[in-house]
């Protein structure tokens, strides 16, 4: 047996017994799994790690992208299948969590002076559960402290049943140009499974109409996975959304907790994973179908030959209110290098080419601000990092990447970085090459096996094997 077919032989085995790592996660976790680095810092730490990619960006040695993300972690019940980091609103320990953000922008203040931001997103939870006047607090001291390109995209995350026109108004004196709705979906019983029974199409068709009439942007979300759902409730539930006609309508599809399948789906990773990208292919086949009717037609975009990518559906008239837009997510999706800022607890943030990290004082979110506390989770990340990163965060939802685009970010060569695995994957006859395109298998298994040879070999080997002894033996 070639050495090639031994590794996919024990990456494969290893998938199958940690399937949370390529059903309920992404598989650039992965990365952050094999690392047996991770420490914890303090705000005082982190803070001198931005002041330094800070400098380099002023000084023309750095042409990063800076985006800024907050998280506000309470809602007004928890959805059933949420696996983000989230409370019950409480009064008083929303007030609390509010200055402990604030006390945090005020500290950071200076790192950023004279430096501008591309983005904002304000997500959760649910940022609208903040009173108006909370929200103008919020507002007042994020851009008394920090600066933003004027055109960029700035979301707000908000939930139909809390947002009121006040508070829209408010975000458009902010220069907000985008709010985005988690609809998730119109059926009755699937919202009675998902906690969600609040929800009120009316109330949808309102908000929805009064943010556009400001001259917001509107994003509504749907998704497809979710308990008690059927094909024609998920385009029902589309087909109603157009009729209140935002701007677009994101499908996306449910990443599941481990409890969530337990509960609900007998803990079968492969066939609940199976019967999501069937659902979501014959979804996607009906609507390119209804795209003229309905006027609504899936994104164009360099990967659409996928098979759990979240496609965007819009108008095909309608252009978006702001220059440019570069998002909050994870870097794989920019057109070049870039950074994120974040406040919040849970919020993930990450320092291209230097370091990656959370705020993990769970539990302490309400407690005083202190910079010398190490609540910081944190992952040194080099050159070669970001590029297995790149890579893999590609192959999470797609099954392919672009070489021109890891060229662009990267400035060097795909092949000239990752030859072993190449060779190897060619042996197996894994991976294919189409003009600029990069394929692995379309089988989410075979394909997160396959994009495994790009790791770190002997530290992925060690790690795995450790694992699978561990597992079997103790």
Known sequence: MKLSEEKYILYKNFLKVYRPFYNVFYLADLIHWMRNDQVFLSAEQIKEKWEEQVRLIKEGKN???????????????????????????????????LNRLIKQMFYFRQ??????????????????????????????????????????????????????????????????????????SLDKMVLSYANRDYQNYNLIKKVVKNAKLLGLEVNTDIMIGLRGESIKSIINSFIDLTRVQPNTITLYLFKPSEEYLKKYF??????????????????????????????????????????????????????????????????????????????????????????????????????????????????????????????????????????????????????????????????LKKIKFNKDLVFLPSDPIERYTCALFFLDEKKAIKKIKGFLFEKFFS
């Open 63 to 97: 042409s990063d992208v800076l985006n800024f993300y907050i998280h506000i972690p309470f809602c007004r019940s928890k959805c059933s299948y949420c696996k983000y980091y989230s409370n019950p609103l409480v009064d008083d320990k929303l007030k609390s969590y």
């Open 266 to 427: 007998n803990n079968d990773y492969d066939s609940f994973n199976s019967q999501l990208y069937k659902k979501a292919k014959i979804v996607y086949r009906i609507l390119k179908l209804k795209a003229k009717t309905l006027n609504y037609f899936k994104n164009k975009r360099s990967f659409e030959i996928c098979n759990v990518a979240d496609p965007i559906f819009r108008p095909k008239e309608y252009k978006a209110p702001y220059k440019n837009r570069y998002g909050y997510t994870a870097p794989f999706t920019y057109p070049k290098p870039c950074s994120l800022f974040a406040l919040g607890t849970r919020a993930s943030a990450y320092i291209f080419n230097s370091l990656q990290y959370h705020d993990a004082a769970i539990g302490s979110e309400i407690a005083d601000f202190n910079p010398n506390e190490k609540n910081y989770w944190s992952l040194g990340f080099d050159l070669r990092d970001e590029m297995r990163y790149f890579i893999l965060q590609q192959l999470s939802s797609r099954l392919c990447f672009s070489r021109k685009e890891f060229e662009n970010y990267f400035g060097s060569c795909f092949e000239d970085n990752f030859k072993p695995a190449i060779n190897s994957l060619k042996e």
């Open 111 to 184: 790192t950023f002076s004279g430096a501008e931001f591309s983005s904002l997103y304000i997500g959760g939870g649910t940022p609208s559960v903040l009173t108006l006047s909370q929200l103008d607090k919020l507002l007042s001291n994020l851009f008394n402290c920090f600066r933003f390109k004027e055109g960029g995209e700035k979301t707000f995350e908000s939930n139909p049943e809390s947002i009121t026109l006040e508070k829209l108004k408010l975000l458009k004196k902010f220069r907000f140009n985008r709010v985005s709705f988690g609809v998730q």
